[in-house]
């Protein structure tokens, strides 16, 4: 790694850092100039959708009006696919797709292969949903239940359905504990509103999820389980005291960490400095420098 690394240029070291929205199944010149000219180093993917030009997500233009189009890309008219009937890929079909990207994508300077993002928590949150996929229950509905060998199962066959088309990565599980009735958008996508019994399933979940070939990922940090607004839509600012958290929103990160969990989603949810003592200004979702990376350090751990 170091010496593929070693190989990139600046600009392309940080296209690397940068995630981009790959919607559909039809590889155009978008999501290939995304790789080849803006060198990201992973695809969100969502191949229920049209493949739009703009990258639109929840309505959202992520180039926006005034963006500075990098020299060399060229968004040209057949970027945008406006077709009539959706078409469906098959399991098949996406892995030919999704390996046709790495293909392009280890062709560039330092070879260095994509990550393939998806979300797939059950019931209405899920993005591959045809061709035989197999559908599960949300995390609540699972953990009814009362079964954490049930949870594992489940994640486990989810897992081995969408490595085997060649995704790597998973943004589950959530690790929000439930604490808000009118939250519009966590409810029953958590495991519970108890922290250790949510724990208990979410710990069941990583280990499926991982055993059946994916990278789990835990989400949101530190919180959403007691928001009253969407974080898609809005930012919604949560304050507690630091006890609070520790008990409640902290605990299933410290545990999933101990037990082998590698990744963590940030989340667009703000605390007061009091809660976090030595951040700059606020936590905030996507830790980008040493200092706010040992402050999140901080706040599950208690040091850093």
């Known amino acids: 790694m170091d010496r593929l690394l070693g190989d990139l240029t600046l600009e392309q070291k940080v296209g690397q850092c940068f995630t981009y929205l790959w919607s559909g199944h039809m590889i155009l010149p978008s999501v290939v100039q995304a790789i080849e000219k803006l060198h990201c180093g992973a695809l969100r993917l969502q191949p229920y959708c049209l493949t739009g030009k703009r990258l639109k ?32 890929p098959s399991p098949a079909e996406y892995a030919r797709a999704l390996n046709r990207l790495q293909e392009i994508a280890v062709a560039r300077p330092g070879g260095v292969p994509l990550t393939f993002s998806i979300d797939q928590e059950g019931d209405f949150s ?28 489940a994640r486990r066959a989810t897992a081995e359905q969408l490595s085997s088309m060649g995704i790597t990565t998973i943004h589950s599980p959530v690790l929000d504990i439930n604490l808000q009735p009118t939250n519009p958008e966590i409810g029953t996508r958590a495991y519970g509103e108890d922290p250790v019994e949510a724990t208990k399933y979410a710990l069941a979940a990583m280990r499926g999820l991982q055993d059946g070939g994916l990278i789990a990922t835990g989400k949101h ?15 919604p600012v949560i304050d507690c005291d630091r006890k609070r958290l520790d008990e409640v929103e902290l605990y299933p990160y410290r545990e999933l960490i101990a037990a082998g969990k590698k990744v963590v989603l940030g989340t667009n949810s703000p605390y007061p400095m009091s809660v976090v ?28």
Do not use: K
Request: charged share 20%; proline share 7%.
């Open 57 to 88: 997500y929840y309505d959202f233009d992520s180039g926006g009006e005034e963006y500075d189009w990098p020299e060399g890309y060229e968004p040209i008219a057949q970027n945008l696919f406006l077709g009539g009937p959706i078409s469906h």
């Open 126 to 153: 899920r993005d591959c949903v045809h061709g035989g996929i197999a559908l599960f229950p949300s995390a609540m509905g699972l953990a009814v239940a009362g079964e954490p060998d049930l949870v594992y199962r």
């Open 221 to 235: 940090f530190p919180r959403r389980g007691d928001s009253v607004v969407d974080a898609h839509h809005d930012v």
């Open 277 to 304: 003592a030595g951040a700059d200004a606020v936590v905030c979702a996507y830790a980008t420098n040493p200092q706010s990376l040992a402050a999140a350090a901080d706040m599950v751990f208690g040091q850093t």
